[in-house]
């Protein structure tokens, strides 16, 4: 028995895969069948089928976490200044910015990914 369980059964559904429900549901598969076809059980299924009855919809909700400072375009401008020079000091990854607001970046920030 493996000391570390497998977690794949917890990964987020991409948008793709909800489409894909959707499409084999409306093609007349049973959950079960589009469950181990896509390798998720037949309540993933049936509860993204259940959405899209009900709401018209099957993407996520955005998250009710932290409010973002900085916005994409901020965060592509502070990982190019912190990977091309590593040793770059924060107040001068600040200036690089945009003057318009000095959002302070974090780790995770400049760390690419």
Known sequence: MPLRRNR???????????GRIIGLREAG???RRIGRHLG????VVARCWQQWITEG??????GSGRPRNTND????????????APTTSLA???RHLPPSRHP???RETIRDD
């Open 29 to 31: 598969w049973s959950n």
């Open 104 to 106: 302070v970046p974090s």
């Open 92 to 94: 001068s990854i600040q």
């Open 8 to 18: 794949w059964q917890y990964e987020q559904q991409t948008d793709f895969d909800r």
């Open 40 to 43: 998720r059980s037949d309540m």
């Open 73 to 84: 375009r901020e965060d592509r401008a502070i990982r190019r200044v912190g990977t091309s």
């Open 57 to 62: 919809r099957v993407y996520r909700r955005g």
